[in-house]
Nanobody, 124 residues
Framework: QVQLVESGGGLVQTGASLRLSCAAS????????MGWFRQAPGKEREFVAY???????FYADLVKGRFTISRDNDKNTVYLQMNSLESEDTAIYYC??????????????????WGQGTQVTVSS
């Protein structure tokens, strides 16, 4: 049974930083591209970032330069470091996994497994 468990969300002020973690189990982590999506109230789930097994990252334009995705293949964990947070970053953040080594995860339809989500709230 595949499980993706996110942690690290919370309430912060504009300009602050947060680090999200996603611990994966029940799958061969190195065989999956890992990603992050987010969903704000009343909006569709949107792509944030993904990372290949070898560590190459890809980002949505809205977060490029502020967010950093990384992974630890020994710990089966993917991270999202979020800096310079803005109120527009307020959303539930979801960890995502897609089978493959060099695939992309830029749309919800590409995702094989989802985490339960962690709330990030940025107050101004």
């Amino acid at each position: 049974q595949v499980q993706l468990v996110e942690s690290g969300g919370g309430l912060v002020q504009t300009g602050a930083s947060l680090r999200l973690s996603c611990a994966a189990s029940g799958l061969t982590f190195k065989n999956y591209v890992m990603g992050w999506f987010r969903q704000a109230p009343g909006k569709e789930r949107e792509f944030v970032a993904y990372i290949w097994t070898g560590g190459r990252p890809f980002y949505a334009d809205l977060v490029k330069g502020r967010f950093t995705i990384s992974r630890d293949n020994d710990k089966n964990t993917v991270y999202l470091q979020m800096n310079s947070l803005e109120s527009e970053d307020t959303a539930i953040y979801y960890c995502a996994a897609r089978r493959g080594v060099l695939t992309s995860v830029v749309a919800p339809g590409f995702v094989d497994y989802w985490g339960q989500g962690t709330q990030v709230t940025v107050s101004s």
